[in-house]
């Protein structure tokens, strides 16, 4: 059985992040894809890019960044 992973502190640009909900400083890190096809009539500017998103592991406020 393949082990469970386990939250983690981030350090963004040199700064440890805390949630901004509620101030947690644990997180789960996912890397995410966004299609460019489905969010295309948005004009977002983001699509067809990837993204750390940082969840916290108290309150599950997910946290985006550019990867």
């Avoid at 295309?40 to 990867?67: P, Q, R, T």
Wanted: charged share 20%; glycine share 4%.
């Amino acid at each position: 059985m393949p082990e469970k992973r386990q939250p983690e502190t981030a350090v963004i640009n040199g700064r440890e992040l805390s949630c901004q909900f509620c101030g947690n400083t644990t997180f789960w890190r996912q890397e995410v894809l966004i299609d460019p096809d489905r969010y295309a009539e948005y004009s977002l500017g983001w699509s067809d890019a990837k993204y750390n998103a940082f969840i916290c592991s108290s309150c599950n406020h997910v946290h985006w960044f550019l990867a």
